[in-house]
């Protein structure tokens, strides 16, 4: 489907579970939390993961995080959390038993590591060490955008990697898993089989699950401001979200 821009709010989440089960699938910053300064920064409310909880229980089991964070750094800022999770841009996937679903991380070589280390100190930006790659976050130096993109991806293409852009970061990541990949993954467990698939994410990275959704008769919701997309509805705010989800 054409990306337009997204403009209405969804039904509410009790209407769209009576017309049968639905899969939520949630992106984690922008989303659930409100973004920071540094991804250290974040401040998650407080009984984030007991409601997160408690709505995939409602949902009998089909619900899941999926962040381009790892599952332990999640898991570092909310605690242990008793619901599935696609961490790494859906290379680590911890499913509904607590097995291990998917290829799992790809570490970077310490040799493409130490040139996004470089060029971050030389340009003055923040350079992350993922489990699965590496990011340069520009947020503090909004100025140095074009010239870490084009880095990034000339850095990428060399080697073999590929890049994910988001919200002031740019991130090398081996390119075999994406957020949509995880959906497609998740569908496959029973607790989600059947269900209408729902994903709800800020970023660019989370289009691809949108767009997984709608292909399986779901839909996307877009949290932020209107852009281009492929979900079809749009809350406004991380608050917004919090409310749709009833919490
Ligand atoms: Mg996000």
């Known amino acids: 489907m054409q990306a337009a821009p997204a403009s209405h709010a969804p039904p509410a989440l009790s209407a769209l579970a009576a017309h049968g089960q639905v899969a939520l699938f949630l992106d984690f910053d922008g989303t659930l939390v409100d973004l920071a300064a540094r991804p250290d920064a974040i401040t998650p409310a407080v009984d984030l993961c007991a409601r997160l909880e408690a709505l995939c229980v409602r949902l009998g089991g089909a619900c899941a995080l999926v962040s381009g964070r ?41 040799a493409i590591e130490s040139e ?34 084009s880095f990034a991806k000339a850095l990428a293409a060399k080697h073999g990697w590929t890049t994910q852009s988001g919200k002031c970061v740019v991130e090398l990541v081996a390119g075999h898993a994406n957020k949509g990949s995880a959906v497609e ?32 008769g779901g839909l996307g919701i877009l949290v ?15 608050a917004c979200v919090h409310n749709w989800l009833e919490f």
């Open 185 to 216: 993954i998740l569908m496959g467990e029973e607790k989600f089989a059947g269900a209408r698939p729902i994903f709800l994410g800020d970023d660019l990275t989370d289009e691809a699950g949108f767009a997984v959704c709608q292909g399986q």
């Open 116 to 149: 996004l280390r470089a060029f971050a100190k030389v340009e003055g930006i923040d350079y992350e060490h993922k489990p699965h790659g590496g990011a340069l976050h520009y947020r503090s130096r909004p100025q140095s955008r074009a010239k870490t993109h």
């Open 70 to 110: 790892s599952i332990a750094d999640i898991e570092r800022h909310i605690g242990h959390i008793d619901v599935p999770i696609a961490g790494s841009h859906g290379a680590d996937i911890r499913g509904p038993a607590g097995t291990r679903l998917g290829t799992g991380p790809v570490t970077l070589p310490a």
């Open 224 to 238: 932020g401001p209107k852009r281009d997309t492929h979900a079809q509805y749009r809350l406004d705010s991380v």
